[in-house]
Structure formats: C-alpha cells, structure tokens
C-alpha cells in the first residue's frame, strides 16, 4: 500500500474518481438539449400537444442533470489549482484562458437562456421561448467545444513552447486548433448525442413495457431510434479516427491501452487484447484473449488498403510528428 503514500497517484485517483462521476451528467444533458429543440420545434411546425408535452416531460430530467453536472464539474477545476498546480503556473496563461471561455461564454449562456426555458413557458411567446432552448443546446455543446479544446490540447500542445517553464503562445488559433482539436470535438458530440438518445429511448421503452402512456411514448421512442440509426455508425467510425490520432502521435499511449509490452517487428501487424491482465513487473500480461494481427487491421487496413505511414524504403513506421 506504498502508492497510498504518493501524492501524484492520490491525486490522480481523487482526480480520475470526480471526472468519471462528473461525466456521466453533462454527456446527457448537452445531447437531450438537441433533443428538446427537436420536439419543441415540431411542436410549433404541427401544434400536436404531444410535442408540447414531450418538451415539458423530459426538460426536468435535463434541468437534474444540468444541476448535478454543474456541482460535480466545479471541484474539478479547483483541482487544477490543487492538485496539479505546477502544470496550471506552467500552462495556465493558454489553458486557464479556455476554461473561462467555457465559463464566461458557454456556461452563462446555458445557465440564463435555461431559466426563460424553465420558466417561461405560458409566460413569454412562443418563439422566443424556443430560441431559449436553442440557446441552452448551444450553450451546452459549446462547452463541450472548449473543454474538448482544452483537453485535446494537452494531447497535442501547438501554437506555442516552453520558454523557462512557462508555455508562451504565439499562435493562439494553432493552439486552439491544435492536430487532436477536430475529432475530439466531434467524438464527444456524437457520444452526448447517442448517449442521451438512447437514455431517452431506454425511459420511454420501459412506459411502453409497463403500459404507462404507451401512444405517449411511442413517439419520443420513434424519435430517438430513428436518430440512433444515423448517429451510431458516424459513432463508430469517428471513434475509430480518434484512435488513429493516438496511433499517428501518441503510440506509447496507445500501446499501454492496448497491453502491448513489445515493440511489434516492421511489416507485421500487433495483435489486439480484448482482454488481459498486464503484470507490470514482468512486464507481460499473465493472461489475454487476443485477435492475431487484430490492432494492426484495425489502425491501418494494411491487407486491404496501401499505408502511407509505412516507410518501404527502410521497413519502417513512418515517424508520427510530435507535437
């Protein structure tokens, strides 16, 4: 129990434990704010009350999440202060000015616009009561822009160097649209979206099931599987770039995802463990269930499709940029 004594492994773990906590309520509540603009708007195209009532129905679970989403995300930034202080004084000048961009534009914008949508309805018209909820949707997957920014920055610092200890940037828009920038964002997006669309689909099958309003129902059901159908294969394959992204700058990271503890030969393709448990200090894993050559099809199709990071000149990776 001597990892117990280390403060970055505690810090790590309090740091780990509040970001997998805090996730699971802004990823529904950003994805179910498109939603609602979805039903509200066919509520005023149509004027069939069902809309109207679906829109009024699931805004209180969007108004819960966002409450609980909001007290868990605040002590994850003080723990940049707190624990990882060292980084913030190094970095903070770049990365302390996206998460008051969140803050200032994002949050404040989702938070105002969410009490006319609260609110006002019956109490203001009808269509600046929908630009509310347009507002709160785009407040919210604003955020997810910047601190996706933020975090895909870490991966691929650009824009700037380290000067005696401090990041100076001298091209901020670089910086913002650094390599990771792109998928990140669009990885989170749809993982919201597909995460509160199956979220609403799993709440109204289970009315459905119970025969609790099933005509009700039925449609917000009809809604999200029609979405799911669209949403879950750009999903997959959107996850898929993003592992590429590893792949191409980070391989050291995505070797220790993988549970791969040895450098695969040139012209070979690694195997993919679905399942291990690594050994650290025999540095191999006691135990796997793994796909021959299965990480290698997956990262670069090289029976089907020409490589071009592969160098034929010397058998070797191409070499990723480092950023």
């Known amino acids: 129990m001597d990892f117990l004594s280390n403060t970055v492994v505690l810090s790590r773990m309090q740091f780990a434990l509040t970001a997998i906590f805090h996730m699971l309520w802004p990823i529904l509540t950003t994805g179910m704010g498109i939603y609602l603009v979805i039903v509200e708007g066919l509520w005023l195209k149509t004027r069939n009350c069902d809309y109207y009532y679906h829109a009024r129905f699931w805004s209180k679970l969007y108004i ?8 868990t995300g605040i002590p994850m930034e003080f723990q940049f202060g707190t624990n990882w202080a060292p980084f913030s004084e190094a970095v903070g000048n770049f990365f302390g000015s996206l998460m008051g961009f969140e803050a200032t534009w994002a949050f404040m914008l989702e938070a105002a616009s969410l009490g006319i949508m609260v609110f006002g309805w019956e109490r203001v018209n ?32 650009a824009g700037g160097k380290l000067i005696e200890g401090k990041f100076i940037i001298s091209d901020y ?49 009809k809604i999200v599987l029609a979405a799911a159908i669209a949403v879950a294969p750009l ?72 490589n071009p990071y592969w160098d034929s000149k010397n058998g070797n990776r191409a070499i990723a940029r480092i950023w």
């Open 64 to 71: 819960l999440n966002f409450g609980i989403g909001v007290a």
């Open 126 to 157: 009808p269509t600046i009561h929908y630009i509310s909820t347009i507002l709160v949707a785009f407040g919210a997957n604003l955020s997810t822009f910047w601190i996706l920014t933020a975090n895909s920055w870490m991966q691929t610092p």
């Open 173 to 221: 828009f670089q910086a913002i649209f650094n390599p990771f920038m792109q998928i990140s964002v669009l990885h989170m997006f749809f993982a919201t979206l597909e995460t509160s669309l199956f979220v609403i689909g799993g709440i109204s099958a289970w009315y459905i099931l119970k025969q609790r309003h099933p005509a009700f129902f039925a449609k917000s059901l």
């Open 235 to 306: 999903q997959i394959y959107i996850g898929h770039l993003s592992a590429e992204q590893v792949y191409h700058y980070q391989p050291t990271k995505l070797a220790a995802m993988e549970a791969q503890w040895e450098t695969t030969p040139a012209g070979q393709s690694a195997d993919w463990s679905l399942v291990a448990f690594p050994n650290d200090k025999a540095q191999k894993n006691d135990w796997e269930i793994a796909i021959p050559n299965g990480l290698g099809y997956i990262l670069e199709f090289k029976k089907i499709f020409p």
